[in-house]
Each structure stands twice: as C-alpha cells, then as structure tokens.
C-alpha cells in the first residue's frame, strides 16, 4: 500500500483546544510513519487546499506540536468556507482532487462543527462520485456543543466551564456592591441557536439563591413581562440578579434580540450585543442599575481556564480520527460516548458523516425548567461533568506560553491560481 | 492599656483580592488578642458603621478566614459612600463616635481607593476634631492603580494580568479567523480616569506584532485620523488588529467616548461602552469586520486568574496595617515600595493619609510612547512584575471554592435609626 500524505484543516469558530485535536492528529500520524507520509496543514482551512496553500507540520518540532495542547485559536489559521453541491460548484471539487494528487494527499482530517462536517461529507464522496480516492474523517469541535449524535463537543466544555465560573466570581462581585450600586449584571454568552452556554453558567450555583438566577435561551422565546417580574422578585428577595443571556436570545415573533437592536426606529444603527439591549430593558422597566459584559472572543479562547475533560476529549478524537483512517474508514465521525455519568467515564465510537452534517442539536426541553427562564436537574447532571478537571497552560513571566510553530509551506506544484 | 475591637471595611469597586487584605486583618488581629478585642466588619462598608449594621468576624472559622483569599468580591459588602466634610455633616461623624462609642471600637481599617481614603483621613480626624480616640489606618485597594506613594495598587496586578492575558489569548483567536472573518477585535478594560490596566495589555506582546497593537488610553485624547491609519496599516501588514481601549478614553474635546454613545443626536439613547463605538467607527470608515467585548465586572472578579505577587501585596497591606494600629499609628496608609525592578523586590513603608487622599496617579508621560498608541519600555518595566505568579484557586466539580462567612451580625445597642 502506498505510503499517502495527509491533509488536516480547521474550520469555523477555533476554539480553546483545537489545537489540542491537530496534536491528536500530528502526533497519531507521526507514529505510523509506515502508513502515513507527512501530515500537510490547511492555512485557513479548506482554502488552504483551494489554494494550494499547504504548511508541511513535519517541520515542526516535536515540542511545538505538544506545546498547541495549551494554544488557544488555530495554529493553522481556520475560515468560514462552506463547499456547495458538486452540481452547483464541480470546479471546487476537481480543483481539491488537482491538489491533492499534486501532493499525493490520500487522508483528509477536517476539524469543525456543523457545516465543517457538511464540507467533509462532500469530501468524502470524491471516491464514489469523482473516482478519486480519499479517506475523509471529520473531527469534532465547536463551543456551541450543536452537533448530533456525540454527547459533547470539543471546545464547549472549557467555554461551559469559562460560563459557570464567570458567573460565580462577577455574581459575587455584585453581591457585595448592591446596597449602593449595581442592582442587576447581566452576562451575555455565545450560542446564536443553542442555548448549551448559557445553560452551563448554572452549574456556578450550589446553593440556593447561588447567581446566577435567570437564563435566557435562544431555544425559549423572551417574555419580557414573566423575565422582568422574575428579575424583579429575586432584587427585592435578594438584594440582587445576575442574569445570563445567549447571544441568540430571541422574541417571541422570532426575531433575535441582538438584531433587532441593531437598528432602531429611526432606522439609525445601535451597536450590537444582547447584553446592553437586556440591561437597558431592565433598567426601563424596573429602574434598576445595572452592569453588563460581553466576552465574545475571551470565552471562547479561554485557554488559561479549560475543563481538563474537554481537553483529553479533544486530543482525542483527534487521535482516533487518524486510527480511523488506518482502519480504512471514510465519512465517520469519532463520537463522545457517554459511559456514565455519576462517575463520568466516556469512550469514542463512530458516528456516519451523513448523520451529522447540518443537523443542529439544541436543548431539548427536558433540560429547560418549565418557566424557561433557568434548567432542569437532568440538565445539570449532563452539564457537570464536562467541566471538570484544571489543566492550566504553563505560565513565564505571568503570561501562559504558547506554541510558535514555523508554519513552512509546502512548495507549490502547481502553475495555477484558483479562482471561485 | 484597654483592649479596643477594631472595626474593618471595604469600599469602592472590589476586586479579586481585596477578601486578602481582610484576611490579612483579622488573621494578625487574631495574633494580637492581648491588644484587639474583636475584629467588626461594616456591612456594605461605612455604612455598617453609619447603621451600626456590625458583622462578627470572631464567629467566622480560621478556615473561613483562609477562604477568603481565594475569594473574589467583597465578602462583608462595599459601598459608594464618601463622608462629607465635618462642617457639611457634622451629625455623620457624630453617629460614627455614637456607634464606635457603643462597640469600643479603638481602631479603624478602610479598604478602599482615593475616596476612601478621603473617608478614612477624616475618620482619623475624629480624635483631634472631635475628642473621640481612634486610629484609622487606610488598606490601600483599587485595580485603577491610580493610588499615589504606594508603587501599586492591590487588586491592580491581578486585573493587569488578566488583561493581558486575555489580549494574549484574543489575539490568537483573531490571528487564525482574519483570513474570511474578524480582522479588528476591540477589547474594552477598566480605567475611567488612568489608563493602567489597558497599559498592562501590552505586555502579552513579546515578539514583534504580537497582540495588542494599538492601546487607547484616556490620558491621550483620541486622534481619530491617526488611530484609524494605525489600524488600517497594521491590518495591511499582518492582515488582523488587536485594539485595546480604556472606558475612559476621551475624545480631544475631553468628552468620555463611551458617554457620548449615550445620546445620538436625535436624542436616542445608546446602550453604552466603548469598544462598540470604536469598532463601528472603524468598520464605517475601513470596512473591516469588527468583534469586540466588553468584560466589565469579569475582569475586577477573575479570582482564577490572579498575580501571585498582587494576592501577596494584598494579603501584606492588610497585615501591615493592623501592626501600624498596635504601633499607635493614625492616618496612615501602608503603601507598597519598590525595592528592585529587575529581580523584583518590594517592602512596605508608612505613608501619610493627607497625601493619599484625593490625588489620582495617571500614567505619566514617560510611560507612553510618542504616538499616544503604545507605551514604553519604562512601562513595561514597570508593569511586568506585578502580573507574575499564579495562585489559582481550590477548584472542585470544576468550579473554584469560595469562601462562605456565616456573617453574623453583632447585636444592635443603639435604638436610633441613622438618617442622612
């Protein structure tokens, strides 16, 4: 059997561990030198193999591929590129199958959520539709923890576990300034169609009255009037509320709150965010003083703060993702399997690429308290494992250290630009 | 010598270690029983006093008291109140003798920032003005680091390391989506009036165009056309930008960007923040893809994430100001002296409350560099100690442990309510 290259990319948001799931990869692919030739890197994702734009990993050194278990973001560079039907965009595909014959490319790693599991199905069907064979293996990841049949998905239990303890350490900070200050914080996290993040921050509370106490889902359409009376009951209960907002909070006509605010009625542009649209609703209504965040890109790049289980899981499926290419296999996906969950264990198992492409996982409704407005026990019993276990990056001079990889391209072999 | 209780309090905005400074105070007042009775802490800060609302901290477990510096917030409450002056007030002052009087209350520990220190300066006064004997000690805290005399502030390093970290791990984030996504990421930090924590960003660059590229900061006005050529340069050359901006940073006229978000000019109200603003100013004038986020309280509450050396200041600066009690001691401040920059060494000397109060330490000119979007070497000289060393948290289910005081209230003696 000939001894093939392999192609690995990234793709959509990156995360807190992707980089952990390339060393699964690289390091799994190094260990079978007999089978697998040199593991070439996308440069942002599947454009780097539209462009011919490789980087040659085996110039890294062995510290530098173990160093990305602790660097946030892609190493390798990630792109929002969704390949359409080979009907509607054939050249796309011939032009994949030029490269990776030019560079005698016979596995394919793809390392995204959804619509990165969509370009990897199609990948998958250049043996049977195009007669150029390739073994396609897709390798999960997305904090937004949307993708079917795994349990979980690498990268959202570290934003899960980045959530909750938000939550405890800003919910304690209002605690102690509310006689004279601020009322109501309000948090606003990621999840534009599903509410597993925001979901997560409940785990901050242990005991009753624990911040935070309200969480709105973009699975649970707002009533503003129940949202606020809730709001307002727990102030003057409490002293105070935090409440925790997804980013795709939405009315109950279906528009998302975020958007909506971002013209007003005058048709002049507001500036974005659920949080402040949230906080200033509040304010309106109950006169309240208010503080709110956005983290936006410091949840999900949380390196410093990760779920040790998140970052074994997404090492690996990285690593079972090269195993399964070994085997043979093409269109899978390595899944999370949840063994047990009073005493968390987990295996890998795989899922069929087709199962998983496009399909969203939001929270059903038994994680979802009848009020909408917070979780349900089971919710919490899925939810708590995910977060367990600190494996923080090393740290010199206060700062944690990260990987510097040379990121050497792969000569071009080709004397053509491809154009879209 | 009669054995007097002393009464502790936090004020202002709190911060991730100012629970060390507490600890600190009633861990060495505890030492000293022969000389303090009782350790009271003001519930919501003056006010306590002002109310006679007195927590009894001899209640609360060693291992509470331990607890609390790995606790964010402020564990007896804060509060936004500064004493007027004896002429204005006169009946303040005479219900804090009132209640001191009712407790045997010989000493006095603040907690706080420049106002605070205004507060606590005339506390000290309370002796000579007004015949009652009492020592007020000042407990320097604010992650504004605008306190003058003391080298730094507690509370200051922890939110300094936390801002460049995140810049750090941000900066990755962008660095691997600016091919087909962001190419500007906004990050907003505290600092209404001093720019040192968007200062202290700077120091997660290391190499040449790491993240953060260009800091605003309130002490320079915003130069509009040549923040937007920076940015636009910088996005030319390394294709992403990092910006880091001050809430307070101001526009050449002195008007705070953020306020002047409040209110468009047909008098709708914004949601507030700067960042928003900046990032829409420059996607309206280059176009470019903008994130932005806004921490807020996360940052001040980010326990998980501390300066060793600041957790150690803060814990040092409580214990120092107890010793300056039992030295007889009045309207004092310990304030944190610099020993040695380069293998970093530090010791506390007294330091006169009358020129701590109401002054405000901004950054000076040598700190930043000549074109107002950076600072120096000799800043980050200075800074980078004060983010070294972690002191993570006990975690357990995944989740950092706080400390939870039974916070029993001392029996009321007086039977007058306090009216302002």
């Known amino acids: 059997m000939a001894r093939m290259n392999a192609f690995y990319a990234q793709s959509g948001g990156v995360t807190a561990v992707i980089n952990a799931s390339a060393a699964g990869v690289i390091e799994t692919a190094r260990e079978h030198k007999d089978r697998i030739g040199k593991v070439y890197a996308g440069r942002d994702g599947i454009l780097g193999a539209l462009h011919e734009n490789l980087i040659d990993t085996s110039k890294e050194s062995r510290k530098t591929i173990e160093a990305l278990c ?18 509607e965009s054939r050249h796309e595909y011939e032009r994949l199958i030029e490269v990776f014959r030019a560079h005698n490319i016979g596995y394919f790693f793809y390392n995204g959520g959804g ?27 997305t904090v ?26 800003a919910g ?15 948090m606003e996290v990621m999840g534009r169609h599903a509410g597993w993040i925001a979901a997560s921050s409940a785990l901050a509370a242990e005991q009753k009255d624990d911040p935070p106490h309200v969480i709105l889902l973009p699975e649970v359409p707002l009533d503003q009037q129940a949202f606020l009376e809730r709001v ?46 949230i906080a200033q609703m509040i304010k309106d209504q109950l006169g309240y003083k208010y503080h709110w965040s956005v983290a936006d890109y410091l949840q999900r790049s949380a390196r410093h703060l990760v779920s040790a289980t998140d970052l074994e899981q997404a090492y690996a499926v990285g690593r ?76 010199r001079n206060g700062l944690p250290q990260i990987a510097r990889p040379k990121l050497v391209a792969v000569p071009k072999k080709l004397n053509t630009e491809f154009k879209f």
């Open 70 to 87: 602790h660097t946030p973001g892609g190493a390798f560079g990630s792109c929002r590129h969704k390949l359409k039907g080979l009907d």
């Open 115 to 141: 619509d990165s599991a969509d370009t990897c199905l199609k990948v998958s069907q250049l043996s049977e539709k195009m007669g150029f064979p390739i073994q396609a293996i897709h390798v999960p990841k």
């Open 144 to 169: 937004d923890n949307d993708l079917p049949i795994t349990d979980t998905c690498p990268g959202f239990g570290s934003v899960a576990k980045y959530t909750a303890v938000c939550a405890r350490e």
């Open 172 to 186: 304690l900070d209002v605690a102690s300034m509310y006689s004279t200050s601020t009322r109501v914080f309000v």
């Open 232 to 277: 307002q009951k727990t102030v003057e209960r409490i002293g105070y509320c935090v409440v925790v907002v997804s980013e795709g909070a939405r009315y109950p006509d279906g528009t998302v709150i975020a958007d909506a605010g971002t013209t007003d009625a005058f048709g002049h542009k507001q500036l974005g965010g659920v949080a402040p649209i």
């Open 320 to 395: 079972k993702a090269v195993e399964y290419a070994l085997a043979g296999k093409n269109a899978v996906m390595p899944a999370i399997v949840r063994r047990n969950t009073q005493k968390y264990s987990w295996t890998i198992e795989e899922a069929p690429l087709n199962k998983v492409a496009n399909v969203e996982k939001k929270m059903p409704k038994k994680f979802i308290s009848k009020d909408g407005l917070n979780i349900t026990p089971s919710a919490r019993e899925y939810l708590a494992p995910l977060i367990r276990g600190e494996a923080p990056p090393p740290y």
